[in-house]
């Protein structure tokens, strides 16, 4: 962060030759200046490089407010709060208003009668771009004060009349005056609200109890909607969806290894998960979002993706600390205990009611097969194979510590060439070899080459 401009006063704003630009030629000017620099304009987004982010760009240079359609979770929220990001990064005020009028062009009464009275004395603070953007989530409790304001009665009983128009105590549209204001989902709000917040963007004034005020913001709107309610259920007035200059649809990510760096940026992981077991996860969550058990039009959110890896993260922590293991990695044996915990997290189609553990488990499985021949494709695993074939028996489970796991093992040909595959090298921690043998045994078992039984959380394989 770069200091904060030593001016106070619009005098000392004048000198510096400051300028006035309005929100979007702010966010317009910033964005190209980063384009041509070759920078990230929205840092932290995965998989909307090729379609999303074109978009968006277009619609902020083009200075249009618009809004996100798409399912729950596919990062609506955060790409609307990187815009913010785009202003600048100190912007000036005056001094004490309440709607953070601009200094060279108040519109507020009070503001444009101390400009009057003070000249270029007229007090100017700086604000941060992140003060600069507020958020509301819609619901539908939500008020025309809360967006928009009312008539404070603390300021009519201290004198002033119902006519005064410094006895609005303004809303949050207005005080996002010069900034970006970003409206979560928008068809949760009631029609009449609708119609008061279309008031503001179109016709520049707000209305309340009885008078008309005129109120000129300056302002970039971004809401967010789910599809179905925008487009389909009628819950959006006509002439605020046709105030919208921009419709820019989202998805999931459609390559796994968007969903895997996504999974490794967001997740919180208390314990080691290779990341052969965050593609699992990752691919878990890609075949609930094909299935046609799982209603797709609720989707299936990227949280769920995060929150199963650190369930599987947990998991491995509680391993290490009943086993007193110095290291906690997760192995393949701490993915199934992530569906009972996230069962809730998927809506199913009605008539799977009763089989949603079964879906979560044969997909999981299926994740696990793809991810198997995904790693290990063409690599030679007959040590695995000639140890069971000579009728070892080997067990493993949440519960059972990578050193037990590897002395039942003991010397397998291939080992390396396995490691190598996944990531790991010759220094590789015993809990990662552990991990690495138990992903090859599960995956020899799901491709029918080895057997395996279950038995009270235990897994045996050879059985």
């Known amino acids: 962060m770069t200091a904060r401009p030593s001016s106070t006063t619009l005098g000392a704003l004048l000198e510096q030759g400051h300028r006035r630009r309005t929100v979007k030629q702010e966010i317009r000017d910033n964005l190209v200046a980063r384009l041509r620099a070759g920078e990230t304009a929205f840092p932290g987004i995965v998989g909307f490089d090729e379609t999303v982010l074109p978009e968006l760009e277009s619609a902020l240079l083009a200075g249009h407010d618009l809004v996100m359609l798409g399912e729950r979770g596919q990062g609506k929220t955060r790409l609307m709060r990187t815009i913010g990001g785009l ?26 009668r101390l400009r009057e009275e003070l000249g270029d004395d007229l007090p100017v603070r700086w604000r941060h771009r992140s003060e600069r953007y507020a958020e509301k989530l819609a619901t539908p409790d939500t008020s025309v004060g809360d967006l928009v304001g009312d008539v ?81 259920r009628g819950r959006i007035i006509t002439p605020l969806k046709d105030r919208f200059g921009a419709e820019i649809r989202t998805h999931y990510p459609f390559e796994v290894s968007d969903e895997v760096a996504l999974i490794s940026q967001e997740a919180e992981l208390v314990a080691e998960v290779p990341e052969h077991l965050v593609e699992v996860v990752a691919r878990f969550t890609r075949g609930l979002r094909e299935s046609a058990a799982v209603d797709q039009r609720s989707g299936v959110s990227a949280r769920f993706a995060i929150a199963g890896a650190e369930s599987v993260a947990a998991s491995a ?91 039942q093992i003991g010397t397998v040909p291939g080992l390396s060439k396995v490691l190598d595959r996944l990531g790991h090298g010759d220094d590789a921690s015993p809990g990662e070899v552990a991990a690495a043998v138990e992903f090859a045994l599960e995956g020899l078992h799901l491709t029918r080459r080895i057997d395996k039984d279950t038995v009270a959380g235990r897994t045996v394989y050879g059985a």
Request: aromatic content about 6%; glycine content about 8%.
């Open 87 to 112: 202003l600048d990064e100190w912007s000036p005020a005056v001094d004490g208003c309440e709607i953070n009028d601009d200094p060279l062009e108040p519109v507020c009464g009070r503001c444009v």
């Open 152 to 232: 404070d009665p603390v300021k009519v009983a201290q004198g002033r009349t119902l006519g005064d128009p410094e006895t609005v105590h303004y809303g949050l549209v207005p005080r996002s005056n010069r900034g970006v204001f970003g409206l979560n989902e928008l068809p949760d709000l009631a029609e009449r609200i609708q119609v008061a917040l279309f008031n503001v963007l179109e016709e520049r004034d707000i209305q309340i109890r009885g008078y008309s005020l005129r109120l000129p913001l300056d302002l970039l709107l971004v809401a967010t909607a789910n599809p179905e309610d925008y487009t389909n």
């Open 317 to 407: 922590l509680r391993r290490s600390a009943r086993a007193r293991e110095t290291d906690a990695v997760a192995r393949i044996c701490d993915v199934p205990t992530v569906v009972p915990t996230l069962l809730g997290k998927v809506e199913f189609e009605m008539g799977e009611e009763g089989r949603e553990r079964e879906v979560l488990d044969h997909l999981l499985r299926v994740a696990v097969a793809e991810t198997f021949r995904d790693r290990l494709v063409g690599l030679d695993l007959s040590g695995f194979t000639d140890l069971f074939a000579e009728g070892a028996v080997v067990e493993t489970g949440e519960l059972v510590p990578a050193a037990d796991l590897l002395q």
